[in-house]
């Protein structure tokens, strides 16, 4: 029963273009987003970040939207880089749990 | 101004023997997770410890599986009598005290392989 859902195993954009990852969750006492980026044989890297007591998060080409109405949060990467290729997975918490839940990832292909 | 650290990065055991993976966490940082990834899944929390403290394990095997922070020296997964489906890579990560939501940022995992 997956509670955080990344719908697209992988998605390819060309350099330079915008890169928009998506996740929509299904635990409406989810109350805090992560992005997290992973190459192979690495440990996840943390991205980005939003409370849903927000809508928008930005840190520089990264922008994090969340829409508590929808579930659904998105990612963007603009312009994207040869060095975004990765796999994103999207993460989320509640108040009371512990532990993150992750969706299976997106695998992010950047084309030259 | 070292990440978390995690030993062995790759360990190779027979079916019915004990693996233990070790994790030290950031400086600075007091509570440490582990979570395990399966091939082609996302990362599964298993148990949640702060120093001397297991504070949630809700995601823990119910057999075979145990995990410490003691109060000096790096956690510890210990996986008793592996068996071939424990193969996958096994993550710890750390964060500061939770007062509000805090980053937990991830080790370089490791990977166990059971023959």
């Known amino acids: 029963d997956q509670q955080v859902k990344q719908n697209s195993p992988s998605l390819s954009v060309q350099e330079g273009r915008i890169s928009i990852l998506n996740c929509d969750y299904t635990?409406?006492?989810?109350?805090?987003f992560l992005w997290y980026k992973k190459y192979p044989a690495e440990g996840p890297t943390f991205l980005i970040s939003?409370?849903?007591?927000?809508d928008k998060n930005e840190d520089g080409r990264f922008t994090v939207f969340l829409n508590k109405s929808a579930k659904h949060l998105s990612l963007h990467i603009v312009p994207s880089q040869p060095g975004d290729s990765a796999v994103y997975f999207c993460?989320?918490?509640?108040?009371?749990?512990?532990?993150?839940?992750f969706g299976k990832g997106t695998h992010l292909i950047i084309q030259p | 101004n070292a990440g978390v650290m995690q030993n062995p990065r790759h360990l190779v055991r027979r079916r019915g023997q004990e693996a233990r993976l070790r994790c030290s966490p950031m400086?600075?940082?007091?509570?440490v997770y582990w979570y395990r990834q399966l091939p082609e899944e996302g990362l599964k929390f298993m148990v949640y410890?702060?120093?001397?403290?297991?504070?949630?394990e809700s995601g823990m095997p119910k057999e075979r599986f145990s995990a410490e922070f003691p109060k000096e020296g790096p956690s510890i997964l210990r996986i008793q009598q592996v068996v071939r489906g424990d193969s996958a890579a096994y993550f710890c990560?750390?964060?500061?005290?939770?007062?509000?939501?805090?980053?937990?940022?991830f080790g370089p995992g490791t990977r166990l392989l059971v023959l």
């Open positions: 400086k600075g940082h007091s509570h």
């Open positions: 990560a750390s964060s500061r005290p939770r007062g509000s939501k805090e980053t937990q940022y």
């Open positions: 635990n409406s006492m989810f109350d805090y």
């Open positions: 410890l702060q120093k001397e403290n297991i504070i949630d």
């Open positions: 939003i409370s849903s007591i927000k």
């Open positions: 993460a989320a918490s509640s108040e009371g749990a512990d532990g993150l839940t």
